[in-house]
């Protein structure tokens, strides 16, 4: 079985670009989580998608924004991009039975110059 | 909000010691606790995870304990491998499918 996957694996823009991150959830998996991790950090939540439908959104500005698709897929858009913003964006997939147990993707590297 | 705590954030044993990593959490509400390993470069690998209506769970050369009254909750690794070597997080969660909170990384080295 495939895991999650992410796309591209590296990126790098400039200030005040927009980027959008994609992620394919492991087959039969409904929900995505996003979370972002700074380096030497852990990772800390963004958003979270079940069924199409955001569950639930941390403490990150309206520059952040995702959706997900009808086959479960899912992107994650970051407009006006700031120099912080350069970390490891890694997606989540959780099945419906087994919701709380996620499993990550490889991660997306975002390099902000 | 949550708040989970990890201690050491570096952590050196030798091979064939063992290695017990710490969290707490401040959210009583929390009930799933799962701990991750991090390769170098890597993804976050789930290694075990724990339920609030369980005490210890154990998978071969690793184990976590609860302690739900206390709020706290460890990593054990025995007989530790050079191939341990990595960032272990913990994590707390409120029931199904809700946004996982880390701790901050330990760093485990284990030197032959």
């Known amino acids: 079985d495939a895991g999650v996957t992410q796309s591209p694996t590296h990126l790098i823009k400039t200030r005040g670009q927009q980027v959008t991150l994609r992620c394919s959830p492991i087959?039969?998996?409904?929900?995505v989580s996003w979370y972002q991790q700074v380096l030497g950090q852990g990772p800390q939540f963004i958003f979270q998608y079940y069924e199409k439908e955001e569950r639930g959104r941390g403490n990150f500005p309206d520059r952040f924004s995702a959706r997900q698709f009808p086959n479960y897929s899912s992107e994650l858009n970051v407009n006006a991009l700031l120099l912080g913003d350069s970390a490891l964006y890694l997606c989540?997939?959780?099945?419906?039975?087994?919701?709380?147990?996620?499993?990550f993707g490889p991660g997306t590297r975002l390099l902000v110059l | 909000g949550e708040n989970v705590e990890q201690h050491p954030s570096t952590l050196s044993v030798q091979e064939g010691d063992s290695a017990v990593i710490k969290c707490t959490y401040s959210?009583?509400?929390?009930?799933?606790f799962p701990w991750y390993k991090q390769e170098l470069g890597k993804r976050p690998q789930l290694i075990i995870d724990?339920?609030?209506?369980?005490g210890e769970k154990k998978d071969q050369r690793i184990a976590v304990t609860l302690n739900k009254t206390a709020k706290h909750f460890s990593l054990h690794i025995t007989e530790t491998q050079p191939e341990d070597s990595a960032v272990y997080f913990c994590?707390?969660?409120?029931?199904?499918?809700?946004?996982?909170?880390f701790g901050k990384g330990t760093s485990l080295l284990v030197t032959p």
């Open positions: 087959s039969g998996h409904k929900s």
């Open positions: 959210d009583s509400a929390s009930n799933y």
């Open positions: 724990i339920r609030s209506n369980v």
């Open positions: 989540a997939s959780s099945s419906l039975s087994a919701q709380e147990t996620q499993y």
């Open positions: 994590a707390a969660s409120r029931n199904s499918g809700y946004a996982l909170n």
